[in-house]
């Protein structure tokens, strides 16, 4: 009696499926960004990209739409346990990374609206403004003109209340963008010039040898697991690295958000911050967009898992009662969290694993600006 064994791959799906120059895991902002650069250098290369949602998984459709430099207290606060010469290189990799961006997209592809961006001072955090002028006398050669200027003549404006009305500085260099605009068009671009993009593609583990690496695959459908192997491997992973490389210095930092509904005559447009960065909010197509709070439970929300924090969620229903929204009417439409990657220090991780595997992530909540330049760093190894 005969034993037939049926394959679960047919010969034409191994002879044209599974072997890749370039596999790149992740398809948010970095890894899109770095298959980009891949077509760049690699006109003819095969080049796929992997991401195990059907939708980015992590923070880079999930935030708030900042191209974002960092607040005035947040670089004061980065000055404390880094040197003057690294806060400002880290500053000079987010302007030349969204200037790498918007030149990809241009500008009306990804909602780019430069209607400023401002700090909300409140009085125990007074001394910033009196800082103002060393942090653009330090970033003046990358800026050519002041980062930071007082703005307190629009603290009665925008009506803000709460205690962080007392002064109200400027950062010039930031704008607001729609993240999901942005990633859409990534992946248009990528599309275009001839890159595959598969979703659903859930990567638990890859093996390096001397002439290839083998990527392993979760089968969604068949309960096993699909092997490519590939020429280069890029992880761009961010906050979910960890899980393929055990030993990197990736610490996720969940990030909640709530949207509210529609505001008729909301009083202020652009990009927000309050209290060192850990707070920011926005007007987005007249509605408000709030985020933050992770300072309030760090260890709680060192996780991978999406989900909402009671505690923070509250604490933004309080925030935007009593200090964004005083005394006006309206209701919150949406809330949900979205996964960032945090380490010893701001700057991203950029570098080989391997001969053949490579890696850029940890982002510290800055991958729009960061994505572009950790991409282009990443192929150039």
């Known amino acids: 009696m005969s034993v037939y064994i049926c394959s679960m791959f047919s010969y034409w799906e191994k002879a044209s499926f599974y072997r890749y120059d370039h596999v790149v895991v992740g398809a948010g902002i970095v890894g899109l960004s770095h298959a980009l650069e891949l077509r760049d250098r690699f006109p003819g290369a095969r080049i796929m990209v992997l991401e195990r949602g059907l939708l980015p998984t992590g923070a880079s459709t999930r935030n708030a739409g900042f191209a974002c430099m960092g607040s ?12 003057e010469a690294e806060v400002v290189a880290l500053f000079a990799a987010r302007k030349k990374g969204l200037e790498k961006l918007r030149a990809r997209t241009g500008d009306d592809r990804i909602g780019y609206r430069a209607d400023g961006g401002y700090e909300l001072i409140s009085e125990r955090e007074a001394e910033v403004c009196g800082k103002i ?20 003549e629009r603290v ?12 109200l500085i400027e950062n010039t260099c930031e704008a607001g963008l729609h993240t999901g605009m942005l990633v859409r068009t990534l992946m248009d671009l990528a599309t275009e010039c001839g890159i595959e993009v598969k ?19 979760r089968d969604p459908f068949g309960g096993g697991t699909i092997r490519f192997s590939c020429g280069t491997l890029g992880l761009c992973t961010n906050a979910f690295t960890k899980q393929l490389l055990p030993d990197v210095d990736v610490i996720p930092g969940r990030g909640q958000v709530v949207v509210t509904d529609t505001i008729p005559g909301l009083r202020f447009k652009g990009i927000f911050h309050f209290d060192r960065g850990y707070y920011y909010f926005r007007e987005i197509d007249g509605r408000v967009l709030f985020g933050g709070g992770r300072n309030l439970d760090f260890e709680g929300e060192r996780t991978t898992e999406m989900g909402l924090n009671e505690r923070i969620q509250a604490d933004l229903d309080d925030k935007l009662a009593n ?24 700057k991203p991780i950029v570098r080989s694993f391997g001969q053949r595997v490579f890696g850029a992530f940890r982002m510290g909540g800055m991958g729009v600006a960061l994505g572009s330049t950790s991409a282009a760093e990443l192929a150039d190894l």
């Open 72 to 83: 005035a207290s947040e670089l004061l606060d980065d000055l404390q346990t880094n040197t």
């Open 323 to 346: 200090i964004i929204l005083p005394g006006q009417s309206y209701t919150v439409a949406m809330r949900w969290s979205g996964i960032m990657a945090f380490g010893e220090t701001k």
């Open 156 to 167: 009665a404006e925008f009506g803000f209340a709460g205690g962080y009305d007392k002064a």
């Open 133 to 152: 002028d060393m942090l653009n006398n330090m970033l003046r050669a990358i800026t050519g003109a002041p980062a930071f200027k007082m703005a307190n």
């Open 199 to 217: 979703t659903g593609a859930d990567v638990v583990s890859f093996d390096e040898g001397a002439k290839e690496v083998v990527v392993v695959v």
